[in-house]
């Protein structure tokens, strides 16, 4: 009898010992199935953005964005998104009306030049969009106070506004969006392009003018060089700054065909040169060419946007 009892409790340990084994095992699984979702899932939340100053780390949608410069709030409205701050010169005047109209109220932080950290910091940002010309000096400030990129926008040319339109998108976490918003922007282009006959021999020159000067972009400029990728030739091919204050011995020497004046204020330098015979001797001048346009559009905005509207002006204005 005895030994019949040890026999039953040494079965029912062995049990309990198995049973108690198969939990631990299932746990164990259970536990590293979890951890290595989680891991995975983190991974792809956090990604690593290669910018002008080097790489920051950015993880999940960004949905508090600030902008400290106009050609990313056009890369923003691209993609559907509505930045919280924006350094918009304090004159909300300066969003242009296709892009007003898509991103809605915001909270202005100052000038392009030096916007205020602390109204940005304010809005509790987790990403920020800074230029490398005017930022580069504050980048750590800006880091301490969230994830901050810096690329190029005012010294970018026409392709490098696509290239930082790309790492926006990435940052964002939005990269098959930003394609397709490309892909359309470059079906846009290839109609514009088509709307210049393939005979056009007419060099163009834009340039912002003032009381203080004439500024002309080259063809290496945002302007220029979009103006050039459907076609329209720059007048001036040379030199190694792409924003030139010239005379009017220089405009004279360069003769464009036409010019797109971004006026600022309402007497410039234009207006001096108006009565001078050298100035009307200039093929634009003589041949009615010269075309008034709007400087937040044609200059200060750099973007998919605004890169439609101003060849869509320059279209009309040619070949109305």
Known sequence: ?????FFVMSLMFVFVVVLSACGTVGEDNASDGNSSEDSESTDEDTRVIEHEMGE??????????VALEFSFVD????????????ADDDDEERIIEP????????????????PSLEVISSLQPDLIIADMKRHKDIYDQ???IAPTIILPSLAADYDGIIDSFETVSLALGMEDEGQDVLADHEEKMEELRASVPEDENRTVLPAVVADSGYFAHNMESYTGSLLESIGLENAIQDGDDRYNKINLEQVVEFNPDVMFHMATGENTVVNEWESE?????????KNDEVYEVDRNMWSRFRG????????????NYLYE
Do not use: C, F, H
Request: charged share 25%; hydrophobic share 35%.
């Open 1 to 5: 009898m005895k030994v019949w009892k």
């Open 56 to 65: 920051t780390e950015i993880s999940g949608q960004p949905e508090n964005v």
């Open 75 to 86: 890369n923003l409205a691209s993609l559907g998104v509505s930045p919280v701050g924006i």
């Open 99 to 114: 892009i007003r109209e898509k991103i809605g109220d915001y909270t202005s932080v100052g000038t392009r030049k030096q």
């Open 142 to 144: 800006l880091s301490e």
């Open 277 to 285: 015979e050298l100035y009307q001797n200039v093929n634009a001048v």
């Open 304 to 315: 998919l946007i605004s890169s439609e509207k101003i060849l869509e002006d320059a279209v």
